[in-house]
Nanobody
Framework: QVHLVESGGGLVQAGGSLTLSCAAS????????MGWFRQAPGKERDFVAA???????LYADSVKGRFTISRDYAASTVNLQMHRLAPEDTAVYYC?????????????????WGQGTQVTVSS
């Protein structure tokens, strides 16, 4: 059973930076894509960034140029570096995995959600 644990959230002022981490366990993640999603209060969960098994990356337009996703294949972890944070980035951030080695990973293929980590950006 896949187990995902996010960490690194917190309170930061607008313009600041945070790095989120997600540790995946419960199986080997060879051939898996990993990603980050977020859910703001009263809104649906939205895609933020993903990294495929081959290392390809994809970002939501709202975070492109500010966020960077990376993964450690040996440690089965995925990180999300977030810079120039804005109040609209405030949300619970979730890690997820997708059991595919394709370079095209539909959002719906992501599952096995972690418990989330809160990011709050003050203005």
């Amino acid at each position: 059973q896949v187990h995902l644990v996010e960490s690194g959230g917190g309170l930061v002022q607008a313009g600041g930076s945070l790095t989120l981490s997600c540790a995946a366990s419960g199986r080997t993640f060879s051939g898996y894509a990993m990603g980050w999603f977020r859910q703001a209060p009263g809104k649906e969960r939205d895609f933020v960034a993903a990294i495929t098994w081959s290392g390809g990356t994809l970002y939501a337009d709202s975070v492109k140029g500010r966020f960077t996703i990376s993964r450690d294949y040996a440690a089965s972890t995925v990180n999300l570096q977030m810079h120039r944070l804005a109040p609209e980035d405030t949300a619970v951030y979730y890690c997820a995995v997708a059991a595919t080695d394709s370079d095209y990973v539909p959002y719906a293929d992501f599952g096995s959600w972690g418990q989330g980590t809160q990011v709050t950006v003050s203005s």
